[in-house]
Every structure is written in C-alpha cells, then in structure tokens.
C-alpha cells in the first residue's frame, strides 16, 4: 500500500514538473508575470543515446538524437509556437499567420485554437506532407493552398503581415527564435555540457540559428563550459546557402526543406561560421538511406527532412571531417543531431521507400512457410 502511495506521488511529482519550455527557461526568454503562457507543455523531448547507428556509422562517433517529433504536434516548431503566441496574446493580437511547408501551420494551428484566436496559413499546393495538412485543418486553421512554392508563400505572408493587423509567425519573428532556443539548453542539461558537434537539417535556417545562440546564451550564463561546432545540412535539390545563390525551383523529396531562399540565410552562415562547423548539402537517396536506418537501428521513425542530420553525418565521416578531431572529453566525438519532426507527419515517404506487404491468405501453414518457421 505504502509502495503504491509513493509510486503515485512520484509520477505525480513527475507530471507537475515539466509545464513547457517557458516555464521551464523563463529566465532567458523574453516573458513577465503579465505575460500569458500559450503551452502544450511542449519541451523536454528524450535525447537519446544512438549505440547501433554510432557504431555503423563510425566507431569514433557517440551520437545523441534529440527527438523533436516528440513535441506536442510532433516537430520543434512548438518550442518557437509557444513563445510566438503567448506574446501575441499579451500584446493583444486577434490572428496570426505564417507561411509554411506544413510544421509551421500544424504548430500555429494548434497554438492558436489553445489561444483561442484566428490562425492563417499560405502552403505550396500539393507539396505539403499529408499529416502536416491534416493537423493544420482539424485544428481550424484558415489554410490557403497558393499555386507557388514556400518563397512565394513566404514573401506574401510578410506583406500582409507588415499591412494589416495580423501577427506574423514563421521564424523571422524574434520569439519563435527565442523559444527554440531551448532545445539547446534541454541538450546541455541532459549532457552536462555541450556536445562537441550540432548537427541539424537546415531549410528556412531559423532553428540552426536558435540553436547556436542557445548554445551561446547558456554558456555566457554559466550552466555550460563550452560550444559545439554547428554543422548543418540542406537537402542538395535545394541547397541555396551551400550553393551561394536562391534556387528557383527547389526540389527534394524532403518536403520540410524544399527551400529555396531561406530568411536567415545571413544568421545560418554566422552559426557555421562563428563556431567553426559549416553547412553542407545532402542528396534525397542520402537523406533516405539515413531515414531509414534510423528507423531500423534506432528504432526511431522521423520525417524525410530530420534524417537530413544524420545523413549529413555520415557524409562528412565519408570524407574524414572528423579525421584529426580530438573529442573533448571520452575517446569519442560526442555528436547531438535534432531530429526536427515525427515519421507520422509524412506517412506517403515511408510507404514509397519500402517494399509493400506481402499479400498471403489467410492461412497458417502459408504464414509459416513464408516466414521460414
Ligand atoms: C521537419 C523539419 N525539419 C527541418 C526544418 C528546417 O528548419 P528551419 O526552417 O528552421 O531551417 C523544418 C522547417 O519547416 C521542418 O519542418
């Protein structure tokens, strides 16, 4: 009886402790006791210790994989969201909007139907992952499918948004940013430091740019010692920063960073830059094979655009990056890579890259005779 008792206070412990991000870091996010907290108690996703895909990717490597499907409406986006609205409602907004390639709009959608106000979304038409679509419709978003890609979709958002009284929410606004910053300081917590590299899919390039400035804002206040190098990956059909000009008609089959001229393209470069990491692109069959391997060897199932990180891993072992690399601390690099969103948003991507199911009767000897039992 005494053992139950403790049990449920310990999960009920438990539960209380973790109410979101904001209430989790207040102290470097931009929010009051005036300000009213928008939360789905996002946050606080595993990081977790990758022991098979480490070894097949390169035994000098320790890889963590911080599984951001995990979040409420299963991506990052919900740790920029929860910031994003909570300042909106506090400085009285009706409606907000954004432009997206279909977290984003799942994100906002939902933010803003727990707020209470007016969600608008711009999606490419057709180029939208049809769990991301769902999401954003169920949770009573006004979404427009403009016949343009996410660059158009983008570019009119902004002139809407800068034009009438409408808060705008993709990761140009300065909260998004800032709320996603946490998923640095959640890595560092769970490591006792930075990881020596960070490696992350890169798109519209807002969560590269929070990361590092994570990483840097969490250093500067003393909870870690030191910065990992930023490495970041964009998908080679739409590799804009690593090919050094705005691709026109971007194309990958990971329909997140289908990007062709990323808003803080500038900021991504600076993070790459400043910590000594860079950004490199990824070729669909790469990203599709890291997709897959994540799925078998981990056990964990991602959308095509987060196996962009790992992909990008393997890539640069293939090169010998990490050739003269000296870890920090252990005898292996220790490398975090965001896994940004849940296999689930993009169920088409996982049926077209495996075998279907084989069709038997029903009937026991033929089952067993197919499996070799
Ligand atoms: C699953 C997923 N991964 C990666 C990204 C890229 O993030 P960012 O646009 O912040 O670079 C996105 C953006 O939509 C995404 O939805």
Same mark, same amino acid.
């Given at each position: 009886?005494?053992?139950?008792?403790?049990? %449920?206070?310990?999960? %009920?412990?438990?539960?209380?402790?973790?109410?979101?991000?904001?209430?989790?870091?207040?102290?470097?996010?931009?929010?009051?006791?005036?300000?009213?907290?928008?939360?789905?108690?996002?946050?606080?996703?595993?990081?977790?210790?990758?022991?098979?895909?480490?070894?097949?990717?390169?035994?000098?490597?320790?890889?963590?994989?911080?599984? +951001?499907?995990?979040?409420?409406? @299963?991506?990052?986006?919900?740790?920029?969201?929860? %910031?994003?609205?909570?300042?909106?409602?506090?400085?009285?907004?009706? #409606?907000?909007?954004?432009?997206?390639?279909?977290? &984003?709009? *799942?994100?906002?959608?939902?933010?803003?139907?727990? !707020?209470?106000?007016?969600?608008?979304?711009?999606?490419?038409?057709?180029?939208? *992952?049809?769990?991301?679509?769902?999401?954003?419709?169920?949770?009573?978003?006004?979404?427009?499918?403009? !016949?343009?890609?996410?660059?158009?979709?983008?570019?009119?958002?902004?002139?809407?948004?800068?034009?009438?009284?409408?808060?705008?929410?993709?990761?140009?606004?300065?909260?998004?940013?800032?709320?996603?910053?946490?998923?640095?300081?959640?890595?560092?917590?769970?490591? @006792?430091?930075?990881?020596?590299?960070?490696?992350?899919?890169?798109?519209?390039? @807002?969560?590269?740019? =929070?990361?590092?400035?994570?990483?840097?804002?969490?250093?500067? !206040?003393?909870?870690?010692?030191?910065?990992?190098?930023?490495?970041?990956?964009?998908?080679?059909?739409?590799?804009?920063?690593?090919?050094?000009?705005?691709?026109?008609?971007?194309?990958?089959? #990971?329909?997140?960073?289908?990007?062709?001229?990323? *808003?803080?393209?500038?900021?991504?470069?600076?993070? #790459? #830059?400043?910590?000594?990491?860079?950004?490199?692109?990824?070729?669909?069959?790469?990203?599709?094979?890291?997709?897959?391997?994540? =799925?078998?060897?981990?056990?964990?199932?991602? +959308?095509? !655009?987060? *196996?962009?990180?790992?992909?990008?891993?393997?890539?640069?072992?293939?090169?010998?990056?990490?050739?003269?690399?000296?870890?920090?601390?252990?005898?292996?690099?220790?490398?975090?890579? &965001?896994?940004?969103?849940?296999?689930?948003?993009?169920?088409?991507? =996982?049926?077209?890259?495996? +075998?279907?199911?084989?069709?038997?009767?029903?009937?026991?000897?033929?089952?067993?005779? &197919?499996?070799?039992?």
């Amino acid at each position: 009886m005494i053992e139950t008792v403790n049990h %449920m206070r310990q999960s %009920m412990d438990n539960y209380s402790k973790h109410r979101g991000v904001i209430n989790r870091y207040r102290e470097f996010l931009s929010v009051t006791d005036k300000t009213p907290i928008i939360t789905l108690n996002e946050g606080n996703t595993p990081l977790i210790r990758a022991e098979r895909l480490s070894a097949a990717i390169s035994d000098r490597l320790d890889i963590h994989l911080k599984y +951001e499907g995990l979040n409420p409406t @299963g991506s990052f986006k919900d740790r920029g969201m929860t %910031m994003a609205v909570s300042k909106a409602i506090e400085e009285g907004a009706k #409606a907000v909007m954004c432009a997206s390639t279909g977290n &984003t709009a *799942a994100s906002a959608a939902a933010y803003a139907g727990k !707020a209470g106000i007016k969600c608008v979304v711009l999606i490419p038409d057709g180029a939208i *992952a049809l769990g991301k679509l769902s999401q954003a419709l169920i949770h009573g978003a006004h979404v427009l499918a403009i !016949a343009g890609n996410f660059d158009d979709a983008f570019e009119l958002v902004v002139s809407i948004t800068d034009n009438y009284p409408i808060t705008f929410v993709n990761s140009l606004n300065p909260y998004r940013i800032e709320g996603q910053t946490t998923g640095a300081f959640e890595i560092c917590d769970s490591l @006792g430091d930075a990881p020596d590299f960070h490696a992350i899919p890169v798109g519209n390039a @807002g969560n590269i740019t =929070a990361y590092w400035k994570g990483y840097q804002e969490y250093q500067a !206040a003393g909870c870690s010692e030191s910065l990992p190098r930023m490495i970041g990956f964009q998908a080679a059909g739409a590799a804009p920063i690593v090919l050094g000009h705005p691709v026109k008609n971007p194309e990958t089959f #990971a329909t997140a960073i289908r990007i062709g001229n990323p *808003a803080s393209w500038k900021r991504a470069e600076a993070a #790459a #830059a400043d910590s000594n990491g860079g950004i490199w692109a990824v070729t669909d069959d790469e990203i599709r094979e890291a997709y897959k391997m994540l =799925a078998s060897l981990e056990g964990i199932f991602v +959308e095509p !655009a987060s *196996a962009a990180s790992v992909a990008g891993v393997r890539k640069l072992v293939a090169e010998g990056y990490f050739d003269s690399v000296k870890p920090r601390q252990g005898d292996r690099i220790r490398i975090s890579c &965001t896994l940004t969103g849940h296999g689930l948003k993009d169920p088409n991507a =996982a049926i077209a890259s495996v +075998e279907e199911p084989t069709k038997l009767p029903a009937d026991e000897s033929t089952i067993l005779e &197919t499996i070799g039992l």
